[in-house]
């Protein structure tokens, strides 16, 4: 798994850390659905 610093200019902006970490959020989310149904599709 690989993880990445915050840009530092959103430790400053409240708005902008919530924006990004929802962004990632959702990546994350995305990211695990496509892990389960790469998964489903190997064990047809």
Avoid: H, V
């Avoid at 970490?21 to 990211?31: F, G, H, I, V």
């Amino acid at each position: 798994m690989s993880y990445y610093q915050a840009p530092e200019e959103i430790l400053d902006d409240p708005a902008e850390a919530a924006k990004l970490a929802k962004q990632a959020y959702e990546t994350a989310l995305r990211s695990a659905a496509d892990k389960d149904r790469k998964k489903s599709s190997c064990l047809k």
